[in-house]
């Protein structure tokens, strides 16, 4: 049977996952509702070391994760409470809860093989250049033909009916007639709900053949169905359990 080699809780709900490709470290953020404190938290993908937990901006709620690259932690403010536009880039170290730079003027875009694309907030129209992640400084023109998105090796499982997974094998019939599903080497991998007493339920299976090799209940007691329960990072599996909750098998 197979066993999580990472197995995390955290103080609030686990909010957006961002994963660095090349270094293999998991960056997480984490609000708490009730205490309005957003934060955040590394973990390596290969070894499960944890890096930092809790990690905190001066700003305890306006805050959340953009990207993870070259061991770089890409984190941004929220210009106000009520808006979704992001404010300001705070590079922290991956592997260390320290800063390495900060730009209040800039905000983060999107990745790119040669680094963050960035843009200035106080610009019209929005015009992107690439910034060098180790020190904030822009260093090109954002150029679409060169700066190609950068590959997370992040697959995502595909919604399917019911009946193309070995349903049989299952001890639990799913409810509706789709299921999350995905194939890694000799696995079958199956998030899929069920319906007990009124309420529905969230499974996760990981069958080999036909024996089922791993299972966990995510989510009980749940009033509509959840998306996707799981996604997988090279051969580490990774999902979220009762919200605040981070479990890594490898695969």
Same mark, same amino acid.
């Given at each position: 049977?197979l066993?999580? %080699?990472?197995?995390h809780n955290?103080?609030g709900? !686990?909010? /957006?996952?961002q @994963?660095?490709g090349e270094?293999?470290?998991?960056?997480? #953020?984490?609000r708490?509702?009730?205490?309005k404190?957003?934060s955040f =938290?590394?973990i390596?993908?290969l070894?499960?070391?944890?890096y930092?937990? &809790? %990690?905190? *901006?001066? #700003? /305890?709620? $306006?805050t959340?994760?953009?990207?993870l690259?070259k061991?770089?932690m *890409?984190?941004?403010?929220?210009?106000?409470?009520?808006?979704?536009?992001? &404010?300001a880039?705070i590079?922290?170290?991956?592997?260390a809860?320290?800063?390495v730079?900060?730009?209040?003027?800039?905000?983060?875009?999107?990745l790119?093989v040669?680094g963050?694309?960035?843009?200035? =907030?106080?610009?019209q129209?929005?015009? $992107?250049?690439?910034a060098?992640?180790?020190?904030?400084k822009?260093? &090109?023109t954002y150029?679409?033909? +060169?700066d190609?998105p %950068?590959?997370n %090796? @992040?697959?995502?499982?595909?919604?399917?009916?019911?009946?193309?997974?070995?349903?049989?094998? +299952?001890?639990?019939?799913?409810y509706?007639?789709m299921?999350?599903f995905?194939n890694?080497?000799?696995? /079958?991998i199956?998030? *899929?709900?069920? *319906?007990k007493n009124?309420a529905l339920?969230?499974h996760l299976?990981i069958m080999?053949g036909?024996?089922?090799?791993?299972?966990? $209940?995510?989510?009980?007691g749940i009033?509509? $169905?959840?998306?996707?329960a799981?996604?997988?990072h090279?051969?580490?599996?990774i999902?979220i359990k009762? /919200?605040?909750?981070?479990? !890594?098998?490898?695969l």
């Amino acid at each position: 049977m197979l066993q999580p %080699f990472i197995s995390h809780n955290f103080n609030g709900t !686990v909010w /957006r996952l961002q @994963i660095d490709g090349e270094m293999d470290i998991m960056g997480i #953020e984490v609000r708490n509702t009730n205490d309005k404190q957003t934060s955040f =938290t590394s973990i390596s993908l290969l070894t499960g070391t944890v890096y930092f937990d &809790s %990690f905190t *901006l001066p #700003e /305890r709620w $306006l805050t959340g994760i953009e990207a993870l690259y070259k061991g770089v932690m *890409l984190l941004h403010y929220y210009k106000h409470e009520t808006s979704p536009e992001h &404010s300001a880039i705070i590079a922290v170290d991956a592997t260390a809860p320290k800063e390495v730079w900060s730009n209040y003027s800039l905000a983060f875009d999107h990745l790119t093989v040669n680094g963050p694309a960035v843009y200035n =907030t106080a610009l019209q129209p929005k015009k $992107l250049f690439v910034a060098d992640v180790a020190t904030g400084k822009t260093i &090109s023109t954002y150029d679409a033909n +060169l700066d190609k998105p %950068f590959e997370n %090796f @992040i697959v995502i499982p595909d919604m399917v009916p019911a009946e193309q997974v070995l349903t049989d094998v +299952l001890p639990e019939e799913p409810y509706g007639n789709m299921v999350h599903f995905l194939n890694h080497n000799s696995y /079958r991998i199956v998030s *899929l709900h069920t *319906l007990k007493n009124g309420a529905l339920q969230q499974h996760l299976y990981i069958m080999n053949g036909g024996n089922i090799v791993y299972h966990d $209940l995510l989510n009980q007691g749940i009033q509509k $169905l959840q998306p996707e329960a799981f996604v997988l990072h090279k051969s580490a599996l990774i999902y979220i359990k009762n /919200r605040t909750e981070i479990k !890594v098998l490898k695969l």
